[in-house]
């Protein structure tokens, strides 16, 4: 599989150089390449209309840094060209890309896109300041702002989104059909293979940063609720309230990505209680781990 790093670093380079239309540069040299992508999940590169939904829209929810934040943005990009960032992109998707050979999985794609944006460190300030998005295969784009927490961890980061170009190789993400359930083990799967990759020490706090009473509370919580459909229903469960009121959702009483701590402790226990490696888990019906977990029947 032919791995294609995108050089963003010479792309921001370019950008806060530029005193006008910086937009113009962001749509049509950092985000063309990734065009398939967007088209993909229908956000074109640039709206029909003025302030419509576009490239531009999307990266803000997203929480990419806006164009015009020149001093941020560079204060990011000389950090992120210290630690070599887009020599870590390299080397852990080559990692990524030997672990399915060797085990015979498959990501529907001939190449994979890989693109490193500078992050918006308070809009992620609950993801730490790191995030990223890997539903299509093909694609991964992960964002940053750096700092001492998120630095050791973009490896682990990088291979939860791997997984998922992996698992949407299988199964179809159906957005107005997704379950509660589903979405859950997607996200245990993405994370629990970042942990055989990387180790536990240096997964993501959308797993790790509730408490032993919170997470018991959020499955007690999640069980009832794991046939519910549809994507604004299941996001409210996964991301939490904070998110949910920010985004829109209904809150539901859960504290910040409790769906993805309890999905991840589902197919950990899943794993666990049947003697199951990631590779397998990874090729299982989300009622398959959900109904063998043992998580949701103590």
Partial sequence: MKIIIEDTMEQYENLFSIEEDREHFYRYSMMKPFEKMWNTINVPL???????????????????????????????????????????????????????????????????????????????????????????????????????????????????????????????????????????????????????LYGEALLGPWVTSLDKEDLEYSKEVIKDVLDVKGFAEVSSYLFGDTIAKEQGYQPVGLSSFAGYAVGYQAVQSFMKENNVGIREASLLSSNEILNNCGLFSK
């Fill in 46 to 196: 640039k709206a029909k209309q003025p302030n419509g939904y576009d490239v531009m829209m999307a990266t803000n929810m997203l929480g990419y840094l806006s164009v015009s934040d020149t001093e941020m943005g560079r204060r990011a990009l000389e950090k992120l060209k210290e630690i070599q960032a887009l020599q870590t992109a390299q080397n852990t998707l080559k990692d990524c890309v030997a672990f399915i050979e060797k085990n015979h999985l498959k990501v529907n794609a001939d190449e994979l896109r890989f693109g490193m944006y500078i992050a918006d460190p308070k809009k992620l300030e609950l993801q730490k300041g790191y995030c990223g998005f890997g539903g299509i295969p093909g694609f991964i784009q992960v964002s940053i702002y750096p700092n001492s927490y998120n630095i050791p961890r973009l490896p682990a980061v990088i291979a939860h989104e791997f997984h998922h170009n992996i698992r949407f190789s299988y199964f179809d993400w159906d957005h107005g059909n997704v379950t509660v359930g589903d979405y859950l083990i997607i996200e245990g799967l993405a994370e629990s293979f970042a942990k055989e």
